[in-house]
């Protein structure tokens, strides 16, 4: 059983900056694409970005520009950079990992609040 540890989440103020860390523990298979979403009350939980092992990123509309993914191969770990915070950025975020073998793991979430 795969192990997500998510770190990172917080207050900040509106135009602030956070970072967000997600590490999986070491599995047999290997990991095609790692992502974040995010879950704001009473809303659907809507993917905010996604990196493949191989560099290849996709960001959702409302956070091009603002967020940043990247991921360290190496210690199976992603992060998301996240610049000029607003208050509708505020909600859980979550990592999600694929592996090859078409296992899917979540973690536990995070909360990220953004408010004066």
């Known amino acids: 059983q795969v192990q997500l540890v998510e770190s990172g989440g917080g207050l900040v103020q509106p135009g602030g900056s956070l970072r967000l860390s997600c590490a999986a523990s070491?599995?047999?298979?290997?990991?095609?694409?790692m992502n974040w979403c995010r879950q704001a009350p009473g809303k659907q939980r809507e993917l905010v970005a996604t990196?493949?092992?191989?560099?290849?990123?996709h960001y959702a509309d409302s956070v091009k520009g603002r967020f940043t993914i990247s991921i360290d191969n190496a210690k199976n770990t992603v992060y998301l950079q996240m610049n000029t915070l607003k208050p509708e950025d505020t909600a859980i975020y979550y990592c999600?990992?694929?592996?090859?073998?078409?296992?899917?793991?979540w973690g536990q979430g995070t909360q990220v609040t953004v408010s004066s």
């Open positions: 999600n990992v694929k592996y090859y073998n078409g296992q899917d793991y």
């Open positions: 070491r599995s047999s298979f290997s990991i095609y694409a």
């Open positions: 990196i493949t092992t191989g560099g290849i990123t």
